[in-house]
């Protein structure tokens, strides 16, 4: 089964009870609640109360991928609001590690987000420290981009690494019913779904997550 995790800054706010009701239908895998600052990434979105409102309508995985500057004066925060698993950057502070085993150190899992421009390489050291790896296949800070193709390298080099380290591969950015397709073969494990194959379908959440189970 694919890991399916709906980006609720897609999702209509303005009735979000009935949101959660109808992914909760739908089965998604977990909600995926993306935090910005406008430092790290030039936008906001996201924020604890919204965090809140979410763990309080679901039992359901919660993640949150915080694109802020230094997430481990945040990350408290985040748990305590509710989050079950946080992705972090290895660009947002001096000492990654530090973050992801504060996070492991709470009894949540860990997560380590990688922009298109973050090679492989430059993270080997600290991916040991992750249960997930969030692959950014767009630039981070805006819902609505074009995937980045080259993107498709990363995750086959991670998908190489996998046994050893254990962790999962979670694609976010742009992932299409066609690119979930081409991005099962090369070793993903589930996929952040926005306007691309999710919201905005004027089709039920039920059948469209339906249809990207049996790709």
Sequence with gaps: MKLLCPSIMCADFSSLQEEISALEEA???????????????????MGLNDVKAI?????????????IENPLSKIDLFIDAGADLL????ESER???????????R???????INPDTSIESIKEVIGLADYILV????????GQAFLDFTKEKIKKLNELKNQYSYKIIADGACSPAVIQELD???CD?????TSALFGKNRSYKQLIEELQIL
């Design 55 to 67: 763990r309080g309508l679901t039992k359901k995985v919660v993640d949150c991928h915080l694109m």
């Design 185 to 187: 073969n090369l070793g």
């Design 87 to 90: 992705y972090v950057h290895p």
């Design 107 to 113: 009894g949540k899992l860990s997560g380590l987000a």
């Design 136 to 143: 950014m296949t767009v630039n981070p800070g805006f819902a």
């Design 190 to 194: 589930g996929y952040v779904l926005g």
């Design 27 to 45: 089965n998604v895998t977990m909600y995926h609640c993306d935090i910005m600052d406008g430092v790290f990434v030039p936008n906001f979105t």
């Design 95 to 105: 000492y990654i590690s530090k973050t992801l085993m504060h996070i492991k150190n």
